[in-house]
T-cell receptor
Framework: AQKITQTQPGMFVQEKEAVTLDCTYD???????LFWYKQPSSGEMIFLIY??????QNATEGRYSLNFQKARKSANLVISASQLGDSAMYFC?????????????FGTGTRLQVTL | GAGVSQSPRYKVAKRGQDVALRCDPI?????LFWYQQALGQGPEFLTY????????KSGLPSDRFFAERPEGSVSTLKIQRTQQEDSAVYLC??????????????FGEGSRLTVL
């Protein structure tokens, strides 16, 4: 079975600074996908970034980048130039293709607070 | 609509009551997922539909939980004889991808169920 571990319950970062949110995963499947989602107080999960297990380069999407270290089974999210609107819960998730559904397994999340 | 719509946003039920939660996915999306998010936790998979077919219901916690998507669009999650442990946010997500393909999931804002 796959497992996602997020060890930081909460993080603080000053506006305009960069922050790294940690994520480690465990799976024996060679093919998997790694995702980061943002959950603001309104409740919806907002997709941020995706990394495939066979991707050679780290994924980037605007201010978001995923630091993928396959040997260490880590997939940390880096947010550059933090903004007040980045304050939210952040979830790391993994998906294993099963043939019927690529359902996501989520970590417990990290609450990020951006301060002035 | 433009996004995934869920109703009701908030539901308070007395223990033992039946509840029905509705999800209206993005038009044309083949895949539909239900997730349960307990307080302070990440979402956990409940069930998956590909069009009207329920292909995976391995995450449903008990036979009191039932989901349907009769015409391949709107889905309803029904919980019979609610218990306090059913209190959670129920998230619906849809995707244009099906089967084992990795694809972005679009989440609704969730239905927050409180069982007294």
């Amino acid at each position: 079975a796959q497992k996602i571990t997020q060890t930081q319950p909460g993080m603080f970062v000053q506006e305009k600074e960069a922050v790294t949110l940690d994520c480690t995963y465990d799976t024996s499947d060679p093919s998997y996908g790694l995702f980061w989602y943002k959950q603001p107080s309104s409740g919806e999960m907002i997709f941020l970034i995706y990394q495939g297990s066979y991707d050679q380069q780290n994924a980037t999407e605007g201010r978001y980048s995923l630091n993928f270290q396959k040997a260490r089974k880590s997939a940390n999210l880096v947010i550059s130039a933090s903004q007040l609107g980045d304050s939210a819960m952040y979830f790391c998730a993994m998906s294993i293709p099963t043939g019927t559904a690529s359902k996501l397994t989520f970590g417990t999340g990290t609450r990020l607070q951006v301060t002035l | 609509g433009a996004g995934v719509s869920q109703s009701p946003r908030y539901k308070v039920a007395k223990r033992g009551q039946d509840v029905a939660l509705r999800c209206d996915p993005i038009s044309g999306h083949v895949s539909l997922f239900w997730y349960q998010q307990a307080l302070g936790q990440g979402p956990e998979f409940l069930t998956y539909f590909q069009n009207e077919a329920q292909l995976d219901k391995s995450g449903l916690p008990s036979d009191r939980f039932f989901a349907e998507r009769p015409e391949g669009s709107v889905s309803t999650l029904k919980i019979q004889r609610t218990q306090q442990e059913d209190s959670a946010v129920y998230l619906c997500a849809s995707s244009s991808y099906s089967g084992g393909a990795f694809g972005e999931l679009f989440f609704g804002e969730g239905s927050r169920l409180t069982v007294l």
